[in-house]
């Protein structure tokens, strides 16, 4: 399967003291980036130029408009909500000045506040998207199962205060792999044409005091992670059975579900593309779990 071959690959990987291209591209050149960022300082990705705050796409576009000397337009995987964190996001332009990886990377970071990092930067083809050409993406939720909410983790995991029983939520999990209509998961507003997804992996893990909930689908409808995993703590905690989440798929009620979990705990932590593209490979995250999960 070629998203077991790239995880794969990414255990094997070895970011750290990578070197840095300094030659430069060819005007208009595409070039991916992976991104880094603490969604609980914006909201959300998506520029948002009618309303006076701060989102991700703007304030990267802005660095590398600086950097090229001219508008720079990005496009990205997925569409992280506002307080939702980015750790393997995927994102692409075309590069209208013919500078080199390392400028991308080293001189945006040098333009961006601390929340947000550019880690890689890389020459693809012109027909990469990264949004139209990815056949995968990952979120981890982060649950803090603690009666008090650690401090120095605020806005970067959601907290359940009654015990949760990891092995009840991914054994009620199962039913939710392969292809099905997820209305009883999306969001009220979400605009997508259909409700049908397919879930590749999902599954509910613990280390100490944290519950990782880990998700991998062809692609998400909106809130689709978050209310998954609400309905998942109700299983957990054992004030729901475990076959209720299997009934909640069949009758595509989103009312009869539980509440959104909240947006601290999402991180996306990877996008999957065909081998052809040549992406490195990104190590598992969020970073605080690294070598953890």
């Not at 990705?45 to 705050?53: D, F, I, Y």
């Not at 993406?137 to 401090?151: G, L, M």
């Not at 059975?241 to 991180?267: F, H, K, N």
């Amino acid at each position: 399967m070629k998203v077991a071959k790239q995880q794969k690959i990414a255990g094997q990987q070895k970011i750290a003291g990578q070197q840095l291209d300094a030659s430069c591209l060819l005007k208009g050149t595409r070039v991916a980036l992976r991104i880094e960022y603490d969604g609980s300082e914006f909201h959300g990705w998506q520029a948002q130029p009618h309303l006076q705050c701060a989102t991700v796409q703007e304030t990267l576009e802005q660095a590398l408009s600086q950097i090229a000397n001219k508008p720079i337009k990005t496009h990205c995987a997925g569409r992280t909500d506002t307080g939702v964190h980015g750790y393997g996001q995927i994102v692409h332009f075309d590069d209208a000045a013919g500078r080199s990886p390392k400028a991308w990377v080293m001189g945006t970071n040098s333009l961006l506040p601390s929340s947000v990092r550019v880690h890689w930067a890389t020459p693809v083809g012109p027909d990469f998207h990264a949004r139209f050409s990815a056949y995968a993406r990952r979120y981890r939720y982060v649950i803090a199962n603690t009666s008090i909410r650690p401090a120095h983790l605020d806005g970067k995991v959601s907290c359940f205060r009654r015990p949760l029983d990891v092995e009840r939520m991914t054994e009620a999990a199962k039913v939710m792999i392969g292809e099905h209509d997820f209305s009883a998961f999306r969001a009220a507003h979400c605009q997508a044409n259909s409700p049908t997804r397919e879930i590749l992996q999902l599954s509910a893990s613990r280390w100490g005091d944290f519950v990782i909930v880990d998700i991998m689908a062809n692609a998400f409808l909106h809130h689709m992670v978050r209310n998954i995993v609400g309905s998942l703590q109700m299983i957990g905690a054992g004030l729901r059975p475990v076959e209720w989440l299997g009934e909640l798929l069949l009758g595509r009620d989103r009312a009869a579900a539980a509440d959104t979990a909240s947006g601290a705990g999402l991180y996306l932590v990877a996008v999957y593309y065909p081998d052809r593209f040549e992406l490195p490979p990104i190590p598992e995250g969020p970073a605080f779990l690294s070598g953890k999960i």
